[in-house]
């Protein structure tokens, strides 16, 4: 394997240093993730970011966040001269801000492949799928409650796109696992059928540190004390409350030096603030806290800003996502996380829609967008989230991967050389002529445009004759079970995995199976 | 009617002034067009501009553009000074530059209903339908040439839609009308059907006069001459070739004082050269001269800086749409044409697809994001193009223009103030409680989200049991039905019809028809 360096130096310039994968379309493609050479799109000017910052910090010093349920959050927050109250901690503002600057402003997540490390933080962007969802969905069978095999599928699909950069964590729950052991089984299948990095349970602090555990059988506990290898995805309760189960499980990953995720998921009118700005206020501020408390777990430890706004159906009350308004505050997020230098996950894949189909890739379109323009280094939903998030659909999974690869060529900018000015061209051509055959033409074609493995893009009679007059999701349904029917599984070392099942083995015997 | 300064505080702030329409959605909505509040996306630096500007600067000088079967441009260029060589015209470097520089970097285009007048420039934007396609389809007939009634029926979409601006133009070709006279019952049915701004025919130089004819009869031979009220998109024969059609209608508007959008078609390898930076160059230059030639025909006469760059598909050749390079691009062309002071047309709701499905939305998206970050001011095709704009689509077209409507809130941006900024509301709700009922959702709510009307954001149980398990084009496929059939025609002056009708019928005795 080459430096990272030398696979860094512009998304376009694809598959140097790192292993280069099949990608779906024939071609060698495929960077452990992306550089960007585009700006983040920054639409607040200083005035106003400060009023948001200001409002966070009254927030914070005048109503407080309550710290439920853990003792040791409370010690934290004591010694560190906060105003601690019961469980209500008030903060002096500037206090968090001070604490959060140990924490690095980038940082590497190691893989088991050391390809596909990937480095969070600064100009990178990272593709994660999408995290969470109780059930999955696909065109023949419909919806119904994820299994263990869906996990696999999902982390196959995943590690089978060269556009994905990331394993991610629980892709869907394996309802048929029971509750207390199915993260060992999670952990242990991202490490088995990916060598990507990927994320942990944060759903009890033992499950977290069950998590840890793993991770250290695969890369060594001295490595694991001294880099990140798994990230744990903590979620405020908001309003202002930090619930002991997340903070101790976000204590958890600190404490190990890996890196937690602080995430409100604020669903404006609900949650927080009908309004933008106010949610946005709201939003920043319990993430700081999060952010710092890790710091206080363990200086030092790397840590991501964490955002989710979302909004909700006039009508019904539901939450609505893939929406204008969270996908344009989002960039407000991005510039705050900035200013505290974090690496910041905000946005990512969202949509509502119950199918695969035109609604799910316009809220998905503009909401990844955002995300890509607010200049998130983590997204996780990156694919495959519909309904809410409440389904993993397997033809949206390979959909939004394929656009992960137009972010690709998208976050790669304008490439502004002699080459890419092509003046040489002009003078071959001329007026009236074509570029079709010209020197430029064959020296520049094969990497100038991405190529989508889903996009129909013959003439109407070529489509309708021989293609089958397809929609995109059927061609996604079939592109799904090629990929699944195609996969092969990275190698992994024989003794790690039989660490790793007689860790699991040992810690299910120990328990009886939970349901809850 | 109030003032149209009262009109446009800012996009959210809905239906001050204007008359106030009926949304799809059954909320009083819409504005006569959008003043942004967000600011453009500029991802080039200086360096970078100025480096395309000195190639297309090459492009003019070392190359040229040749100007075909129009003596009066020829003529025009050399009492300008250019260097003209048959039909070969070469430009000294700014020369250019300072012809445009008497072109109004905002203008008024007029509507028969003045509530409905669009600002063009600065930081309005204008939505209007797409423009060209031979072909209609819808989902229950498929795919079939356009006709008169198609062409009416698309007019009456767009008038009935709060969320565009304009009427657009050849919306679809009616194919059923002879060529050399389907223009007049185009310029008609936008007079008839709609009461908002529209364009004219750019075919024959007879025909752009016609268009610009009936345009004095709806608004006084005087007025016109005063006032933009009809516009005329025409289109530069890339590369580096300006046909007599086009120069002569171009002319033709600006020496009635009505805008020309200059627009080069380049796609990337073909009409261009294959590499972003270099079709950009060159699209800059092939517009600068068709603005440069509408000033030296009337100094003043307002132009619109037009861009369509495209991208190609390796594996068969076909032109595509709504990729991410194009969409890149037309950032940077962006910024090109705010350097020039010039209202700008780029970019739109472009795609490939040939159906409203997943592809369609994705590209579309895609591809209508780029043309409002780079702050086109005339964003023509904004609804209905599938299949590379050879045919509108009724389904995509609703799709298309409730999209729109989430672009109103977006362009809006994140407004901070007091109200927004809701600390009376963290106040007043404290920790672990909720926002539903608090004073500040009560006073907010109403107006906090953009609310759609074919997104489906049901709970999964009702969108089956009760909604049928629809998706988006079959949800679109019943709005315009109901659209159409709700239709009324605003009010048309009887004595301005029969002068139409009249002009219509003298003009189609005097010519025998034509089908080419």
């Keep these: 394997m080459d430096t990272l360096d030398a696979t860094q130096a512009a998304p376009q310039r694809r598959s140097r240093g790192a292993r280069p994968q099949r990608g779906h379309s024939g071609r060698a493609l495929g960077v452990p993730y992306i550089v960007r050479n585009i700006p983040t799109y920054d639409i607040l000017g200083e005035e106003n970011l400060l009023k948001i910052e200001k409002v966070a910090e009254r927030i914070l010093s005048e109503v407080g966040i309550e710290f439920r349920d853990d003792p040791v959050a409370l010690d934290h927050w004591k010694k560190a001269g906060a105003n601690v109250d019961g469980v209500l901690v008030r903060f002096e503002p500037g206090m968090l801000n001070e604490i959060v600057s140990s924490a690095p402003s980038q940082f590497t997540q190691h893989a088991r492949n050391p390809a596909h490390n990937v480095e969070i933080g600064g100009k990178n962007v990272v593709f994660s799928p999408a995290y969470g969802s109780p059930f999955v969905m696909d065109l023949d069978k419909g919806r119904r409650y994820g299994t263990l095999e869906d996990f696999r599928n999902f982390i196959k699909l995943a590690q089978s796109s060269p556009w994905l950069h990331h394993s991610g964590g629980t892709i869907c729950e394996p309802v048929d696992i029971p509750v207390n052991k199915r993260h060992l089984d999670m952990v242990y299948s991202h490490v088995k059928y990916s060598d990507r990095a990927f994320m942990g349970s944060i759903t009890a602090e033992e499950r977290a540190e069950d998590s840890i555990d793993m991770a250290r059988i695969v890369f060594g506990k001295d490595f694991v004390d001294r880099n990140c290898v798994i990230l744990g995805n903590v979620n405020v309760n908001s309003p202002l409350v930090w619930d002991g189960t997340m903070t101790k499980s976000l204590r958890a990953y600190a404490r190990a030096n890996q890196a937690a995720v602080i995430v409100p998921f604020i669903l404006g009118g609900a949650m927080g603030p009908v309004t933008n700005a106010g949610a946005i206020a709201q939003s920043f501020a319990e993430t700081l806290a999060g952010c710092a408390l890790t710091q206080l777990e363990r200086k030092g430890a790397p840590v991501i800003f964490g955002n989710f706004l979302s909004s909700m159906s006039l009508r019904s009350g539901s939450p609505t996502f893939g929406t204008p308004e969270p996908a344009i505050g989002s960039m407000v997020i991005g510039q705050l996380a900035r200013r505290l230098k974090l690496p910041l996950r905000c946005a990512g894949n969202f949509s509502n829609s119950k199918l695969p189909d ?98 129909d893009n013959e003439p109407f009679e070529k489509w309708s004759e021989e293609g089958g007059s397809t929609d995109m999701a059927t061609r996604a349904n079939r592109l799904w079970k090629k990929t699944l029917a195609e996969y092969e599984a990275p190698p992994l070392d024989v003794a790690i995995d039989e660490a790793l099942l007689d860790y699991i083995s040992r810690r299910k015997t120990s328990m009886a199976d939970a349901w809850y």
Excluded at 362 to 368: D, F, K, R
Excluded at 369 to 396: P, Q, R, T, W
Excluded at 421 to 430: E, K, N, S, Y
Aim: proline residues 1%; hydrophobic residues 45%.
């Design 358 to 455: 035109a609604q799910a890739m316009q809220e998905g379109v503009m909401s990844m967008l955002s995300a890509v323009h607010c200049g998130a280094n983590f997204i996780l939903h990156s694919a495959g989230f519909v309904d809410g998030l409440l389904a993993m659909s397997y033809e949206k999974f390979v959909m939004d991967t394929d656009f992960c690869g137009a972010l690709h060529s998208y976050l790669a900018g304008v490439v502004v050389d002699d080459n890419t000015l092509a003046m040489d061209a002009f003078l071959q051509v001329g007026p009236g002529s074509h570029f079709l055959g010209c020197d430029h033409t064959m020296r520049n074609y094969q990497t100038a445009f991405w190529d989508s493995a889903l996009s």
